[in-house]
């Protein structure tokens, strides 16, 4: 199967006005008619319910938080990005364009990019119109920040709750529509597989996470916004309840998976401090505004940071690229720290962090300013540590973020599957090898409000005729019977090592080997280590608890087991790509001076990935074609 | 470490629940309080037996998903935390710790210390936004906000709703939650078009889903890890009032 982007044709800037002009619309009265499911509540999935809803489709949308309100978006602090140019300082659609593509290093698709640049000035005016109290200057006029990868200030904000105020719009829009009656919601429930009817997505097969029931849902299309898979590291900034089982379970029914092994590491978040750790917490990327990353120019400094004078500290993001400084993407802050730790320099118990220091920027604005900007931060930090950072610098260390790969998916954010959509951050799209921050709530808003709302119509104007879908046929028997089997084999193992455990497993090989630095051996190894430990999982995960009722560790294991495959696919991705590009760092191929080095020459492609059971793969290319933008070597100095 | 435990324990909202003990021997200073409680959950995993099922997501207070009542305090002996940013170091070597969910009527226990907050929804949905649908929007700058007034829109919309306001009320009431929302909205231009109805229906739904009545004691606000203000319901009431008037 050849991979089709449906790009459209025309002029860059023309191109998503030129495809709304000639794509297919689904008349008003036909839309009662048509079913819609959505997987997912947070901005993505969130916004695509709520504005189908309102144009007057039967959307259901399923998660498995106990509210819409709670989904992992809501955890987003920094800011989103819009080209609104409110600044004057030079910003333009195409200027983020060029910035998004670049910090993703040449990797990402055109047309996507430049269609999210475009639509971001109507998300902020839509936020703002939905109650978003964003930064705001004294005149009342909207307020901006910088973030990493870029030279203007198009970063808007609400203090560092960003994410919580856009999720409490769209999650309000959507109560509207439940009110309405138009959105059904089903909360607690989790979608466990796909129901294909001759090759389209026609429904789902979910567990009632409160009573055990599994159920059949139908609809004429099913879009996907189940967001990303940072938890397979077990210690990640993601919830603990975010998986990868949704879009995984989608691959096995014929989805391609995406670049898989592109997984963005954060470079600041909260170092671990113990072996029961659950969570790396995130301090926002905003903090690199004001704040400074250092280590102590001495190996092994015991000194309290405050003992350590100016000039025996190593300010090495400032010393190694002086035009972007502590600004500089994330890939490359995250490498440069653990470049730092890996000479020796790491500080705390577990040498395994590195200092942010507000003290200069204390010292220029105040600890008022500061307070304004980031005042919640603090509080987080001293909460979850006991340490007051207006007072001694803040300790950071680099922890598994967000998945740039995903499910494959053409301009229409349609996957391979017909009928089957994807949505924010569970699809590939817009990011490349790297993301830049605040595109990514951005991205997610954009496609569940404005992009897919729009190119859904032009399948479902094919869907008016079909009429509902039944859910006793033989299809949905064999999609139910397969996940009451899965379930039952779960329950069956009665082993001796804790789920948790085998995560906190996985999690270990796969922040070794398939993280900020990649080897071909390191690579191999994982592989070798990701079965064994599957065949672990089979055999002797204890899985207690019984299927009918409410039963976490269950919920905990059937995650776990699609981990298990997702990880072998992320290795098996990072070892089939002989470049460095983004966040994928392969430490052959690097240039003299220890920077990422591209081959484009040969992987200037998004690798797609097809399941072949079993598991195995076929590896689908997606070569990428730059017409507006001079390709070249990413430089941060 | 050594931590007693006393849990609430309770099949289903039918069933009959009761508090049962555990010992854990290993705990650190520095494990949050839902690390502790998973070290006990793999413990009970590997002696075969079924697992203490507790609410949480984010753990990092942020979703609001958190829900237990620890020593008798919601959320736990600091103020203004969520259970998960709780940490063991509130603790010390030696001592019992009883964690039950969050009580209500509008809150019915699902399993152990799981409570269904559907209650919550509901009240958003009678009228907790603004109806703006996508495509409607004008240009963000055309509507000039005062900083202040935005940031003080911004106290209110910062509500997780855990519940812990209902949790901690002696009449369980929601009140606080209703304000924060009702005063997010109210305080802002674009807000105040609905405001009339949305006071109004917002009131009704959360008498209607069985939440007790304010009479303004205040502990919401000493547990709320938002800190949203007590002033919020003053202002709940003010508009409340308005409505009436105007009607
Ligand atoms: C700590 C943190 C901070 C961040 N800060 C920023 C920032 O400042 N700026 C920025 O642009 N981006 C930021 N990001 C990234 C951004 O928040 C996310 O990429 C984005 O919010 C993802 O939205 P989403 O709608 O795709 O997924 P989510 O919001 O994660 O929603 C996923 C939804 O899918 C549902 N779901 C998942 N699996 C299943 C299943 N199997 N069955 C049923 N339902 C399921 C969940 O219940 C949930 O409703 C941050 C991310 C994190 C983790
Ligand atoms: S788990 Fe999210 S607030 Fe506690």
């Not at chain 1, 995903?406 to 009928?419: A, F, H, K, N, S």
């Not at chain 1, 090989?509 to 071909?520: D, G, L, P, S, T």
């Not at chain 2, 470490?1 to 009959?16: D, H, P, V």
Request: glycine share 8%; net charge neutral; hydrophobic share 35%.
């Amino acid at each position: 199967m050849a991979l089709n982007a449906k790009e459209p044709k025309g002029p860059l800037k023309d191109k998503w006005r030129l495809y709304n002009e000639h794509k297919n619309l689904v008349n008003p009265a036909n839309r009662k008619k048509i079913d819609i499911i959505v997987v997912g509540a947070g901005l993505s999935g969130g916004g695509a319910s709520a504005s189908l809803a309102e144009l007057g489709y039967n959307v259901k949308t399923f998660f498995f938080q106990d509210s819409a309100r709670r989904s992992h978006s809501v955890a987003a602090q920094g800011g989103v990005n819009a080209a609104k140019n409110y600044q004057n300082d030079g910003d333009t659609i195409y200027k983020m364009f060029y910035d998004t593509i670049k910090g993703g290093d040449y990797r990402s698709r055109e047309a996507n990019v430049y269609r999210m640049a475009q639509l971001s000035v109507d998300l902020i005016d839509h936020m703002t119109a939905q109650g978003v109290p964003f930064g705001r200057e004294y005149s009342g006029y909207l307020s901006n920040r910088s973030f990493g990868g870029v030279l203007v200030s198009r970063t808007f904000y609400a203090r560092g709750q960003t994410g919580q105020q856009l999720l409490m719009a769209t999650y309000q829009a959507m109560m509207k529509q439940v009110k309405k009656g138009t959105l059904t919601q089903y909360n607690r429930h989790e979608i466990l597989d796909f129901v294909l009817i001759d090759g389209k997505a026609r429904g789902v097969i979910v567990r009632d996470l409160v009573t055990g029931k599994i159920e059949r849902h139908s609809a004429h299309a099913v879009v996907l916004g189940t967001g990303g898979f940072g938890k397979i590291y077990y210690l990640s900034t993601l919830a603990m309840n975010s998986n990868g089982s949704a879009t995984w379970r989608a691959h096995k029914k014929g989805a391609f998976f995406a670049n898989p092994s592109w997984t963005q590491i954060h470079p600041t978040a909260l170092p671990q401090a113990g072996d029961q750790q659950s969570k790396l917490t995130l301090m926002s990327e905003s903090l690199r505004n004001d704040g400074r990353i250092w280590v102590p120019l001495k190996k092994d400094d015991d000194r309290l940071p405050n003992d350590i004078p100016d000039e025996e500290r190593d300010y090495y993001l400032e010393r190694r690229y002086p035009a972007f400084g502590n600004l500089v993407p994330r890939d490359v802050a995250s490498r440069a720290a653990k470049e730092r730790m890996d000479a020796g320099h790491g500080i705390g118990k577990l040498k395994n962090a590195v200092y942010l220091d507000f003290r200069t920027a204390i010292g220029k604005l105040g600890v008022d300013t500061i307070k304004e900007r980031y005042g919640n931060l603090f509080t987080m930090y001293k909460k979850i540590t006991g340490i007051d950072a207006y007072k001694e610098p803040m300790k950071i260390s680099p922890a598994a973020h967000f998945s740039m790969g995903g499910l494959w998916v053409d301009y229409e954010l349609g996957t391979t599957i017909p009928g089957l959509y994807a949505v924010g951050e569970a699809n590939f799209a817009d990011h490349g090898a790297n993301r830049l921050g605040a595109n990514s709530l951005l991205q997610a808003s954009v496609d569940g409000n404005f992009v897919l709302p729009n190119t859904i119509s032009n399948y479902l104007a094919d869907e008016i005729r079909t009429g509902p879908i039944p859910t006793d046929t033989k299809e949905f028997d064999e999609a139910e019977k397969a996940v009451k089997d899965q379930i039952d084999k779960l329950l069956s193992i009665k082993g001796k090592t804790p789920v948790d455990r085998i995560h906190r497993a996985l999690g270990k090989i796969m922040f070794k080997e398939v993280a900020m630095a990649r080897n071909e051996k390191g690579l191999i190894w994982a592989i070798e280590e990701i079965k064994k430990l599957r065949k672990q999982f089979w055999t002797d995960a204890a899985i207690t608890g019984d299927a009918d009722g409410m039963n976490s560790e269950l919920e905990k294991a059937g995650r776990l087991a699609d981990y298990l495959e997702i990880a072998e696919l992320m290795a098996i991705d990072a070892l089939s790509r002989n470049e460095s590009c983004g966040a994928h760092f392969r430490e052959e191929f690097v240039s003299d001076d220890g920077e990422a080095e591209r081959n484009d020459e040969e992987f200037m492609y998004s690798a797609a990935w097809e399941w072949l059971g079993k598991p195995d793969w076929k590896l689908h290319k997606e070569h990428l074609e730059f017409h507006d933008i001079e390709v070249k070597t990413r430089s941060y100095k | 470490m050594k931590i007693t435990l006393k849990i609430w324990r309770q099949e289903s909202a039918k069933a009959k629940g009761k508090l049962e003990t555990y010992q854990l021997n290993e705990v650190e200073q520095d494990m949050s309080f839902l690390e502790m409680l998973d070290m006990l959950n793999e413990d009970l995993a590997v002696k075969g037996e079924r697992s203490v099922e507790f609410d949480h997501d984010c753990r990092e207070g942020i979703c609001g998903q958190c829900s237990l009542v620890i020593n008798g305090q919601a959320h736990g002996p600091e103020s203004h935390y969520t259970t998960c940013q709780t940490h063991m170091r509130s603790f010390k070597d030696g001592d019992t710790i009883f964690i039950e969910p969050f009580r209500a009527k509008a809150f019915p226990v699902i399993r152990d210390l799981k409570v269904n907050r559907d209650s919550f929804d509901t009240i958003i949905q009678a009228g907790g936004y603004i109806s703006a649908f996508t495509g409607n929007a004008p240009e963000a700058n055309n509507i000039p906000i005062h900083h202040d007034i935005s940031e003080s829109a911004f106290d209110s919309a910062a509500c997780i709703g855990c519940g812990a306001c209902v949790a901690t009320c002696k009449n369980s009431s929601a009140a606080l939650f209703v304000s924060a929302k009702i005063s997010h909205l109210a305080k802002l231009p674009q807000g105040k078009v609905e405001r009339k109805e949305r006071v109004e229906w917002m009131i009704t739904a959360h008498d209607e889903e069985g939440f007790g009545s304010c009479t303004h004691t205040g502990a919401c606000a000493m547990v709320c890890p938002q800190e949203v203000q007590l002033l919020d319901i003053t202002r709940m009431n003010f508009e409340f009032n308005r409505a009436l008037c105007i009607s």
